[in-house]
């Protein structure tokens, strides 16, 4: 199994509070990912990470932001939580074959439930 | 425009049946297609994947399927067996680009 860690594994927060999710691999991965998935939707991308201090965004990034300051750390940040980020999320890493390849086939961790009230 | 499907929420099959999953794309350039496992409190773990030049793919009871013409994809468990029960996604991507996944099928493989 490929080295990802999420922290913490569960989370319940008000609404209007900041949240912090981390992701932590050691397996030395260039790119690095954050999904979330809600019933019916599968997984859907909210943003990813090239390298370090480098980040774009997914399909539903808005309200969330993301940081990369080392190459085995990944966090994503909910400035004011919503219950419509009430969900499941996933950190993946994948590890591309050179400059522009995301690498396709994508490992990963044990998700993060968060609740937001 | 959700560009990868899998129509069927569940599936129930009998222990040692065939189970056949199914997804349908429709964006011609997606040329690497994969399938993940996903158990309850768990990640999605990858199983199996098929490039577009081929059209199958196996892996001991895993075979996937590709049919390029009808931008359809499909996975075959044989026989199937109880730990086999978990939620199982399609992905497809253009080459180095993004994976795109399905909602997600539910299989329950009945004792």
């Known amino acids: 199994d490929a080295g990802i860690t999420q922290s913490p594994r569960h989370k319940v927060t008000e609404t209007g509070t900041p949240v912090t999710l981390r992701c932590h691999q050691t397996e030395n991965h260039r790119y690095m990912y954050w999904y979330r998935q809600d019933p019916g939707h599968g997984l859907r991308l909210i943003h990813y990470?090239?390298?370090?201090?480098?980040?774009d965004k997914g399909e539903v990034s808005d309200g969330y932001s993301v940081s990369r300051s080392k190459t085995e750390d990944f966090l994503l940040t909910l400035e004011s939580a919503t219950s419509s980020q009430t969900s499941v999320y996933f950190c993946?890493?994948?590890?591309?074959?050179?400059?522009?390849?995301?690498?396709?086939?994508?490992?990963f961790g044990p998700g993060t439930r968060l609740t937001v009230l | 425009d959700q560009q990868v499907k899998q129509n069927s929420p569940s599936l129930s099959v009998q222990e040692g049946r065939i189970s056949i999953l199914n997804c349908d794309y429709t964006n011609s350039m997606f040329d690497y297609f994969l399938w993940y496992k996903k158990y309850p409190a768990e990640g999605p773990t990858f199983l199996i994947s098929?490039?577009?030049?081929?059209d199958k793919n196996e892996d001991g009871r895993f075979t996937v399927f590709l049919n390029k013409s009808a931008k359809h994809l499909s996975l075959h468990i044989v026989p199937s067996q109880p730990g086999d029960s978990a939620v199982y996604f399609c992905?497809?991507?253009?080459?180095?680009?993004?994976?795109?996944f399905g909602e997600g099928t539910q299989l329950t493989v009945n004792p």
């Open positions: 098929i490039s577009s030049i081929k």
């Open positions: 993946a890493i994948s590890d591309p074959g050179g400059q522009g390849d995301f690498g396709d086939t994508q490992y």
């Open positions: 992905a497809a991507s253009v080459s180095g680009s993004r994976l795109t």
């Open positions: 990470s090239y390298g370090v201090k480098d980040t």
